[in-house]
C-alpha cells in the first residue's frame, strides 16, 4: 500500500501547495514528506514540483502525473465502497462543463436523472458560454457544441443538432423575411460573444454570412430573449428555441436551407483508469442524447415545426 500511500501524498502537496502541510495531514514530518516526493520523481526520472522559497507549483509532468493518481485513487476508494456494500453503486465527485444554453435546456434534466439514480455521486457544474475545445484537468467530462479541433482528447459522440436561424414575428414584419442569405448582413441580429470574439458569421447551408448590425452579449440566454422581444434574427441551437418556435413567440427562418449541423460531443482525457462514476455517466449521457434526438433525421428541421417559413 506504499503506492497509494505515495500518491495520496503527492495529490496532497498539489492541493496545499506545501510539503510540511502535506505531511502533518499524512502524519509524517516535513523531511520524511520530501523524501517520499524525492523517492518517487527518482522513481520516474522527472520532477514534479519545482520549489522555490515562496511557492511550490507543479511541473508539466507533475500535473499529468498526479492527475493519474487521483484517478487511480478515486478507482481504488469507489470498489472498496462497492465491495463493501455488496453494489455497483458508483459515489464521489463529478465535475462537468457545458455550454450554457445546453446545461439550461438539456443537461440540467439529463444530471437530475443521473443524481437520481446514483445519489452517492456530488456533481459539480460549471455553465458558460466562453468555453473552449480545451477540457481543463479539474474537470471529468466536458459536453461541447460543434465542429472539433484536433487534440489528444477522448470525444464520444453524442447527438448530430442544428444551428438555425430564427426570429420573432413583430421582427419579421417590421423588416421582412429575407429570401437571399446575404440580406441578413443588413438586417438587426443578435450575436453572442465569446473569449474569441462576436460569432457574426453564420453558416446558412452552403453559404457563410458575415452580419454587421447586431446587438451582442455574453449570454446566450440574453440573446433568445432579445429575439423573443423582436430585437433582430438571431442564430441559435434548435433545441435553444424549440419552445420559443412551438408556442409562436420565434419563427425558423428558411429552415432547414438556412441551418448548419452542430454535433455534439462529450469530452475527456485520455486516462486508461477512468473512475466509475464517470465511465457511468459518459454512457447515461449517450443513452439520453440518443433517445433525446433518436426522432432527429436529416428532415428533421423540416417536419419539426410544419408550416414554418
Not at 35 to 63: H, I, K, N, P, S
Not at 129 to 151: E, K, N, Q, T
Not at 210 to 239: N, P
Not at 297 to 303: D, F, I, M, Q, R
Request: net charge neutral.
Amino acid at each position: 500500500m506504499n503506492r497509494f500511500s505515495d500518491m495520496q501524498l503527492l495529490v496532497d502537496v498539489a492541493d496545499l501547495g506545501s510539503l510540511s502541510a502535506a505531511g502533518r495531514r499524512a502524519g509524517l514530518s516535513p523531511a520524511a514528506a520530501s523524501a517520499c516526493v524525492q523517492r518517487v520523481e527518482t522513481m520516474l526520472g522527472a520532477r514534479l514540483f519545482e520549489r522555490t522559497t515562496r511557492q511550490l507549483r507543479l511541473t508539466d509532468e507533475g500535473r499529468m502525473y498526479i492527475a493519474s493518481c487521483r484517478v487511480a485513487i478515486e478507482t481504488m476508494k469507489e470498489a472498496e465502497r462497492a465491495v463493501r456494500s455488496g453494489t455497483d453503486a458508483v459515489s464521489g465527485t463529478l465535475r462537468v462543463s457545458a455550454p450554457s444554453d445546453l446545461g439550461r435546456n438539456l443537461l440540467v434534466h439529463i444530471l437530475n436523472r443521473f443524481m437520481e439514480l446514483h445519489p452517492d455521486v456530488r456533481v459539480v457544474l460549471t455553465l458558460s458560454d466562453s468555453l473552449s475545445r480545451f477540457v481543463p484537468d479539474d474537470v471529468d467530462v466536458a459536453i461541447r457544441v460543434g465542429p472539433l479541433a484536433d487534440s489528444d482528447l477522448v470525444a464520444r459522440h453524442l447527438a448530430d443538432s442544428w444551428r438555425v436561424v430564427c426570429a420573432s414575428p413583430a421582427c419579421i414584419e417590421i423588416h421582412g423575411m429575407p429570401t437571399q442569405p446575404e440580406e441578413l448582413a443588413e438586417l438587426p441580429t443578435l450575436v453572442l460573444t465569446t473569449h474569441a470574439g462576436p460569432r457574426n458569421e453564420w453558416q446558412l447551408g452552403e453559404d457563410v454570412v458575415r452580419v454587421r448590425r447586431y446587438h451582442e452579449c455574453t449570454d446566450s440566454e440574453v440573446i433568445r430573449t432579445w429575439a423573443v422581444l423582436g430585437r433582430g434574427f438571431a442564430y441559435r441551437q434548435l433545441w435553444a428555441v424549440a419552445a420559443d418556435v412551438s408556442a409562436g413567440r420565434l419563427k425558423l427562418v428558411h429552415a432547414p436551407a438556412w441551418s448548419a449541423p452542430s454535433p455534439i460531443h462529450a469530452m475527456y482525457h485520455p486516462n486508461v483508469f477512468q473512475p466509475p462514476r464517470v465511465r457511468r455517466f459518459v454512457d447515461f449521457l449517450q443513452e439520453e442524447f440518443s433517445r433525446r434526438f433518436a426522432a432527429e433525421g436529416e428532415n428533421a428541421l423540416a417536419s419539426a415545426f410544419k408550416g414554418e417559413p
